[in-house]
């Protein structure tokens, strides 16, 4: 019987070929493409009725506090697991934690941390304002979003 796959060797090419995909023909073809993300898409108010912009907002913001929930939960699991295997082998003698270094450690990191924040600050502001501009020209869409991730995070 031959077999479907092509030998392991085919796969492992350096000079691998890719298709290349111009945005510009593929938004010419497909009409929602360019009326979702062409340079007169401008803000959803323009484009949908508010029902429409509730409903699409709700169901995204749903979905994003649906995975949130459950990656936030998975997370915590995982670093509260890590703690407690932690304090366990600590108890039973596998492990000895040098508190002080620990200390050392933390309170380089905050220092580290409150450098770069300072650094950061002109970036974090830009990102900021753009938000606000966002939200402001899409209220509905956005606030339909927010209740929909709070519902998502409660369910």
Known sequence: ?????????DYESDDESYEVLDLT?????HHWWNRVFGHSSG???EKYSVATQIVM?????????FLFQKVGKLAATAVGGGFLLLQIASHSGYVQIDWKRVE???NKAKRQIKKRANKAAPEINNIIE???EFIKQNIVIS?????GFLLGLAS
């Open 25 to 29: 023909e593929y938004a010419r073809r």
């Open 43 to 45: 803000p959803m108010v």
């Open 104 to 106: 050392k450690d933390v």
């Open 1 to 9: 019987m031959a077999s479907r796959n092509p030998p392991p060797q």
């Open 57 to 65: 907002g709700g169901v995204t913001g749903w979905c994003a506090g």
């Open 143 to 147: 606030s339909g979003f927010v209740g």
């Open 130 to 132: 753009e938000a606000t």
